[in-house]
């Protein structure tokens, strides 16, 4: 192959499946991340809201309010990740996801719209 470029044998390659995946999460986060910021301030405000009586909320409340906290703030996780942290895979080797993370799937922007719902209060 490199034979064939240094020769000009080798037209441009299409983009790899990898780097254009890289490169949607990437684009898409950026698109989204406000929105999902804005998520979590109006999750943080209905948990706020549910905390007000001296009583304090139900326990199913506090759960269903405990899923929509997750589901708010790994939104924005995942949007970080993909829009400032994932590097640009090389064509070399295949890109993975780092093992050591303690949050696997930050990279499924396939998750985002069932994680928004969620965090509105809905089930997926």
């Known amino acids: 192959m490199a034979a064939a470029r240094r020769a000009g044998k080798v037209g441009t390659l299409p983009e790899s ?3 254009r ?3 949607h ?3 898409d986060a950026e698109a989204r991340y ?6 979590v301030y109006e999750t943080l405000e209905a948990a706020e809201a549910a905390m007000e009586p001296a009583a304090g909320p139900d326990s199913e409340t506090l759960f269903e309010l405990s899923e929509r906290l997750r589901a708010a703030f790994w939104l924005l996780g995942s949007a970080t ?3 400032d942290e994932w590097a640009e ?3 070399a080797r295949m890109d993975r996801e780092p093992s050591h993370h303690p949050t696997r799937g ?3 922007t396939t998750e985002w719209e069932a994680n928004k719902k969620r965090a509105k209060g809905g089930s997926s």
């Open 89 to 91: 895979p090389e064509d």
């Open 17 to 19: 499946p990898q780097h």
């Open 81 to 83: 990740y993909c829009r």
């Open 34 to 39: 406000d929105d999902f910021r804005t998520l």
């Open 21 to 23: 995946e890289w490169r």
């Open 25 to 27: 999460a990437r684009e």
């Open 106 to 108: 930050m990279r499924r």
